[in-house]
């Protein structure tokens, strides 16, 4: 047996002129959270749709598991779980019932799928919830009954599309905490998410995706490395100083300096940290009133940025179907 | 509100392992058990959405009094004439009619997102699709029998008896159950309910009344009498009339039940073919 849970070759699927997916080479270690990291659009569903045999590649192939994705499917499908970006429950049956159905899909006879059911239920916290209809559900009840799902029987490797899109925070760490008690378990998880904070929490390892493309692959802290040692994050008192503030700190720093969306932040990536105190200097030699200098570790968003030329969460790109 | 507040699911990542450790795996369910099971999913929904039964029950009746009262006098003579020779035709008319139904439901299941669960599934693939025409086989049950009794009511006597009425319902069945696979296969390439119903209305709109439902083809000029002999549903309509007026059934009864399985070969073949790659 492989110890590769996900091994891909040019995987590509296209969609009218559209490469959603773009020839795609992955290779994903068992145990631990694989991260995809990429904005609405870049293919991160598409790519997880063939992994788990929703649709076939146009070109290229993907082995899960050992299995071929499209001649070895059923084998697939018998090891992995999946759960969608909406709702992967009948809305219109209670909690109960669903995981009843998918316990029976699954070969529990009679009472057995209840039970099963039941304990699904328990451990998820939902046993209140059990008799409700799906539809009636909070947004945080709701993921968890979609991740409870999956789990009827074990997967060794389970894909999460975006499993946290649209909660709040407490419903989101509890998410979070799911998905660590899986992988302390034992299974594999693929996790596709656009928040780059969720990626560094919980991926062991990420590929950056970029319409359809990996255009970066490593630990979160290794691709904060590959932009530089440092991010400076200087904030302007005025807006108006923030020209002149900008050609100072260029100067100083001799690395580009980047104007963000924030219209008193300049962000500049730091090769050499020695130049940073003799830029501070300049800066209040040229009278430029300060309201935050900061040093450290740049964030993905900066990561993304600096990978991309353009931000996270310029959702530019439609999703494809 | 109150579910929310009292789980906590820092404490129970304990018992999420307890649960996935304990779960052995059963062994593999096989196409009968998981297609009853998508069945009984059908029942499940009719439970929690009653609504979905207006179609079933209002439509066959309002189809039967309007026809009934409204051509009896003109085609027939009498209303209690006419009853006779529509009854078993309207009840074939009211299946065939909401046989579409199917199609925008499972658009519905497709856009929801839960049909991408069902496919992930370890099980065999027609299943989902088998068990929801089997779920829709207990609608038109319904409808079959509620336009048998309305029939009954305002005077039909079929000379077959129960056992007659039964057996054609059961035709009727047969093929409204093959029908439903067209419709599956055009919920899979068509990507809104609203195109599926107009595309299915469309269809049904010959077959239904391009037969011999309403009125004896001999009425009728050469063109449409070729085209209703040529109507699978002709001679479903004459095998269904045949059994419920207890009288001998003809070759129409093979026809009806080739072309169901026809229907099912072709349309389910390419039904699972769009299956595997849907839209």
């Not at chain 1, 999956?150 to 998905?179: C, K, M, Q, Y």
Request: charged share 20%.
């Amino acid at each position: 047996m492989s110890d590769l849970v996900i091994e891909t070759a040019g995987l590509t699927k296209i969609y009218g002129r559209q490469r959603a997916v773009d020839s795609i080479d992955l290779s994903v270690p068992r145990g631990g959270v694989h991260g995809f990291l990429g904005p609405n659009g870049a293919g991160k569903t598409t790519a997880i749709r063939m992994l788990s045999t929703l649709i076939l590649p146009d070109e290229g192939s993907a082995r899960v598991l050992g299995y071929d994705v499209v001649r070895e499917a059923d084998h697939v499908r018998s090891h992995v779980s999946l759960t969608g970006q909406f709702a992967s429950v009948d809305e219109d049956l209670t909690g109960h019932e669903n995981l009843r159905l998918l316990a029976r899909l699954h070969g529990y006879r009679g009472t057995a799928a209840g039970e099963r059911a039941d304990q699904l239920l328990a451990a998820f916290g939902l046993d209140d919830a059990a008799g409700k209809q799906v539809k009636k559900f909070s947004g945080g009840m709701r993921r968890r009954i979609d991740i409870a799902a999956s789990l009827v029987v074990t997967p060794e490797l389970l894909f999460l599309d975006e499993p946290t899109t649209g909660l709040d925070p407490r419903a989101r760490n509890e998410v979070w905490d799911i998905v660590r008690a899986l992988v302390a378990h034992g299974t594999t998880v693929l996790l596709t998410t656009q928040y780059l904070d969720e990626a560094d929490h919980l991926a062991d390892r990420i590929s950056v995706i970029d319409r359809g493309r990996i255009i970066a692959e490593g630990t979160s802290s290794e691709l904060k490395a590959s932009v530089g040692s440092g991010t400076l994050h200087v904030r302007v008192m005025h807006r108006a100083d923030r020209a002149r503030a900008r050609d100072v700190l260029v100067r100083e720093l001799g690395v580009p300096v980047e104007e963000a969306h924030d219209p008193q932040l300049l962000v500049a990536a730091i090769e050499d940290r020695g130049r940073v105190t003799r830029a501070l200097t300049a800066l209040e030699e040229e009278r430029l009133e300060l309201a935050q200098f900061a040093l450290g570790q740049p964030t993905l968003d900066e990561v993304f940025l600096a990978l991309t030329g353009h931000a996270a969460d310029d959702a530019d790109a439609e999703e494809a179907a | 509100m109150s579910a929310e507040t009292k789980a906590s699911v820092a404490s129970s990542a304990p018992t999420i392992a307890d649960a996935l450790a304990s779960a052995s795996r059963p062994p593999r369910a096989n196409a009968l058990s998981t297609s009853i099971t998508f069945g009984w999913r059908a029942l499940l929904k009719i439970k929690h959405v009653p609504e979905q039964l207006f179609d079933v029950t209002v439509f066959p009746v309002m189809m039967t009094l309007l026809f009934t009262y409204l051509f009896g006098g003109a085609i027939a003579g009498s209303t209690g004439e006419y009853i006779a020779y529509i009854a078993p035709g309207v009840l074939v008319q009211s299946v065939l009619f909401i046989t579409m139904y199917t199609g925008s439901n499972l658009r519905t299941d497709i856009d929801r997102g839960v049909f991408d669960r069902f496919r992930s599934l370890p099980i065999w693939r027609p299943s989902p699709l088998v068990g929801m025409l089997l779920g829709d086989g207990v609608r038109f049950l319904v409808a079959s029998l509620i336009t048998a009794a309305v029939c009954l009511a305002i005077g039909w006597r079929p000379a077959g008896g129960v056992i007659g009425v039964l057996a054609g319902i059961a035709l009727l069945l047969v093929f409204a159950f093959s029908l439903g696979w067209i419709w599956t296969f055009l919920s899979l390439i068509l990507r809104t309910p609203q195109a599926i119903m107009g595309v299915a209305g469309f269809t049904l709109m010959p077959l239904l009344f391009g037969s011999n439902i309403f009125v004896d083809p001999a009425t009728m000029p050469g063109w449409l009498q070729a085209w209703v002999s040529v109507n699978p549903v002709s001679d479903l309509v004459t095998a269904v009339r045949a059994l419920m007026d207890g009288a001998p059934v003809g070759g129409e009864l093979g026809i009806a039940l080739a072309w169901s399985a026809g229907l099912v070969a072709v349309f389910g073949s390419l039904t699972m073919w769009r299956y595997r790659d849907p839209r």
